[in-house]
């Protein structure tokens, strides 16, 4: 199972690591046998951006893998010490150089065979001045004729795309969506 | 940083772990000098159901530290291989036994200095036969007027259960809050 992060050893106290059953643990999980220490590993929240512009959309063609050379919207990890909101901004500046305001939560999508959920929230671009960041080749707005639906990195954000372009309640419904591949 | 999981061995090679400045990176964090493995560490998912019956919700007393003997809302710990919603419904059936359907996405709120994020659901009981799982003292139906407001353990859960019986928009609103507790 893909989520599943490697371990070999424990991080408490150094000791070879197991993995398998808990007692009153419906998971298994890795735990030490020296310390008793359970390591529990749970999904990762990543979270975005979809910019907007009159009626254009801003996306990133990506410059490191996974994925790399395709199509995103500015998205990834929320860390420790900000709000998924701060997180979506934060994300949005590093891979874009784009100043956003955030409207509303958008799209809500599970990927439970990585363990990920993805939040992506509608934004307004305040200006025009982005330029690709650090993890980006290229930053582009795109109307909805010229989105390259066939390049787009992730199904998390091809479901975003869609709800946005062929919804018609963008004013507060939040979309849901779980990835059905295993 | 009350977020941070201690680490005191790389739980890849078993060596001392490191603790600071990574190069290219904002944060600090776990990294090991041996194999040059970076630990990162990401904030986690609670999710949760508010479970409905005409005019009452179901709360759980619990049974467990922390805030044991205070009253929530079903939540827990979202876990690898299940989507948000099948998280919240497990929750559910674990801690009060209830049979919920999940009617949608009701609150997001994050709590930065510990690192977690809250989804709680709007939800409609199937039928009153719940009773206390292993992690409940006990589980009620309440009225507007008889939710213990000082004897809720969690600021999510109170933000939840305000937004649900002072906001006039139940039919698609998702709230969003953030702790500012520091």
Known sequence: MSFIEQMKFCS??????????????????????????????????????????????????????????LWTLPSGYLENGEDVEQGAK???????????????????????????????????LNNLDFY?????????????KEIPWEQIAFGAIKFTLEKYFNEQNLNSEVYMGTSNTR
Chains 1, 2 share one sequence.
């Open 12 to 69: 408490h106290c150094g000791n070879k690591i197991s993995f398998g059953d808990i007692p009153g643990d419906d998971l298994q999980r890795f735990f030490c046998k020296s310390c008793q220490t359970i390591h529990y590993q749970n999904p990762k929240i990543i979270v975005g951006c979809l910019p907007r512009w009159e009626e254009k959309v801003l996306l990133c063609k990506r410059a490191i893998s996974p994925r790399k050379g």
């Open 90 to 124: 934060r994300e949005t500046e590093e891979e874009a150089n784009a100043d956003v305001e955030i409207i509303r939560l958008f799209t809500v999508y599970s990927i439970p065979h990585i363990g990920q959920v993805y939040l992506q929230f509608l934004a307004d």
């Open 132 to 144: 690709p960041g650090a993890e980006s080749q290229e930053v582009r707005l795109f109307g909805k």
